[in-house]
């Protein structure tokens, strides 16, 4: 089945700074990559995700990147802020039945 | 808004006690997931499910099992608690149109004791 690694486990950055947060996956039928946050004593919320036949998409401060050659996929932030401070996840997925595999997640701190 | 409803929002039973978490959406989704969540393992499938009459097993099924009573219902149930199955656990869904976003519900945090 499929294997998501997530790194790093967690990420403190000051207010204004980039953050990036990393994903490798281990099967290549994957098509799919959500990006969830998690606010404490939250539902996880989708905040962007990226299909296969994309390498980049972006939102506003948020962009995710994809490399299926690598299979890895990448979250960035810039200009971070204070709530953004929340768990990261990413999850990998594939086929009809919409089978999300998740990664450990990332615990962002954004310092004022 | 259409929504993931799950209930029990909090749950303390004892050791060996039958439980059952029950998850409703009325957003017309076909499939549905059950996660188990814990510090620093993310959100590990329980089971899923895509109609009244399939049920899947996920990668973390063993003491759990569960029953699709409607399209918009998807129920999970523990035959004999035990402590490390205490958990958040969250109710998903997903269909064609959301293209496999997932859509969570506010989780039940369960207890065993």
């Known amino acids: 089945g499929e294997n998501v690694e997530q790194h790093p486990s967690t990420l403190s950055v000051q207010e204004g700074d980039s953050a990036v947060i990393k994903c490798t996956y281990s099967d290549s039928a994957s098509n799919y990559f959500p990006w969830y946050k998690q606010e404490l004593g939250k539902r996880p919320q989708l905040i962007i995700d990226i299909r296969s036949n994309v390498g980049e998409k972006k939102d506003q401060r948020i962009a995710v990147t994809l490399n299926k050659t690598a299979k890895h996929f990448s979250l960035h932030i810039t200009e971070t802020q204070p709530e953004d401070s929340a768990v990261y996840f990413c999850?990998?997925?594939?086929?009809?039945?919409?089978?999300?595999?998740f990664g450990k997640g990332t615990l962002l701190t954004v310092n004022p | 808004d259409a929504d993931v409803t799950q209930t029990p929002r909090n749950r303390i039973t004892k050791t060996g006690k039958r439980i059952m978490l029950e998850c409703s959406q009325t957003k017309g989704h076909d499939r549905m997931y059950w996660y188990r969540q814990d510090p620093g393992l993310g959100l590990r499938l329980i089971y899923y499910?895509?109609?009244?009459?399939?049920?899947n097993k996920g990668e973390i099924s063993d003491g759990y099992s569960v029953s699709r009573q409607a399209q918009a219902k998807f129920s999970l149930s523990l035959e004999s608690a035990i402590p490390n199955q205490t958990a958040l656990y969250f109710c998903a869904t997903s269909d064609d149109r959301t293209g496999g976003r997932a859509f969570f519900g506010q989780g039940t945090r369960l207890t065993v004791v």
């Open positions: 999850a990998a997925g594939g086929g009809s039945n919409y089978k999300l595999t």
């Open positions: 499910s895509f109609d009244v009459k399939d049920i």
